[in-house]
């Protein structure tokens, strides 16, 4: 079945530093999704990515989906102790389901 | 607007017991998925449900049973409890269509003894 891998598993950064999680898929997809998770806290939505090749900005948080849709990554620039936290890719299977990557733990030390 | 409701927050069970996990959202999104979280495992499909009276299994459904007798409503019905079933339970809906986004619950932690 689809599977979406997620490295690093856990990053820790000093504040001020820049952050990059990187999302593969074993196929295509047609959209993906990323989500963060606080701690202790669920999964938000932050953003999702269609075309080939997108680059989607929010603030100091830049995302990109890869030309073959089959990657795509999240980079924080400048991060700061706000973005703490677990951050999800989920890529749609057949039928719609979205499976989740493992995570990207991120720790910011002030 | 609530958004997705799960209850309890926090529930111990002894190996063998049973117990319903209860997700409710006010949302009117046909689609109700349930996820379990583990560490370093991401989170997993448990089962899904695209409207009432329609479940299908996710990736890990073995030891989990759901129901969908409303929109509103898709609970999770652990029959047996076992410690492999120790984990945290998030219950997440949307719209039809793979370009909505997934709202979650604020999660269900349990342990199995």
């Known amino acids: 079945g689809q599977q979406v891998m997620q490295i690093p598993q856990y990053q820790h950064v000093q504040e001020g530093e820049d952050f990059t999680t990187y999302c593969n898929s074993s196929t295509t997809l047609s959209n993906i999704q990323w989500y963060k998770q606080r701690p202790g806290g669920h999964p938000v939505f932050l953003i999702q990515l269609v075309k080939s090749g997108e680059v989607k900005k929010q603030k100091r948080l830049t995302f990109q989906f890869g030309e073959a849709k089959k990657n795509s990554s999240l980079h924080i620039t400048a991060t700061q102790t706000t973005d703490v936290g677990t951050y999800f890719c989920a890529g749609p299977s057949t039928g719609n389901q979205f499976y989740f990557g493992t995570g990207t733990s991120l720790t910011v030390i002030p | 607007n609530a958004g997705v409701t799960q209850t309890p927050k926090f529930q111990v069970l002894k190996t063998g017991q049973s117990m319903t996990l209860q997700c409710a959202q006010d949302m009117n999104h046909e689609y109700m998925s349930w996820y379990r979280q583990d560490p370093g495992m991401g989170l997993r499909l448990i089962h899904y449900s695209v409207g009432a009276g329609i479940t299908d299994q996710g990736e890990v459904p073995n030891g989990y049973n759901v129901s969908r007798s409303t929109t509103e409503d898709f609970p999770l019905r652990l029959l047996s409890a076992a410690p492999s079933q120790t984990s945290v339970y998030f219950c997440?809906?949307?719209?039809?269509?793979?370009?909505?986004?997934?709202?979650f619950g604020n999660g269900t932690r349990l342990t199995v003894t």
């Open positions: 997440a809906s949307r719209l039809q269509g793979a370009y909505s986004p997934l709202h």
